[in-house]
């Protein structure tokens, strides 16, 4: 079992910069791939960001690339969104979730979720 917690989230003008943070216990997240998803009420879940569980690579949606980055804390058991630029349609409860032994973070594949944390971008 891997227990998520995310935090950071909050109310920012448009423009302004986030950081989300997972934290994880119950089992080191070196072997996991972490991803980093969105939900809007009413609309479907979506992949912001990934890390692979071999080389660590990061890999960002369309929408974000370029303005958020993923980062992981091995010594925190933690993992990090950095969320620059931010625009209202990036307000969302954002989760992050974990996959052991891969290099990708499928949408419904993932072991185990944080339970989110809110994100407003407003003016």
């Known amino acids: 079992q891997v227990q998520l917690v995310e935090s950071g989230g909050g109310l920012v003008q448009p423009g302004g910069s986030l950081r989300l943070s997972c934290a994880a216990s119950g089992r080191t997240l070196d072997y996991y791939a972490i991803g980093w998803f969105r939900q809007v009420p009413g609309k479907e879940r979506e992949g912001v960001s990934c890390?692979?569980?071999?080389?660590?690579?990061?890999s960002y949606a369309d929408s974000v690339k370029g303005r958020f980055t993923m980062s992981r804390a091995k010594a925190e058991n933690t993992v990090y969104l950095q969320m620059n630029s931010l625009k209202p349609e990036d307000t969302a409860v954002y989760y992050c979730?974990?996959?052991?032994?891969?290099?990708?973070?499928?949408?419904?594949?993932?072991?185990?979720w944080g339970k989110g944390t809110l994100v407003t971008v407003s003016s």
């Open positions: 979730a974990t996959r052991a032994f891969s290099d990708t973070c499928p949408n419904y594949g993932m072991d185990f």
């Open positions: 890390i692979s569980s071999s080389d660590g690579s990061t």
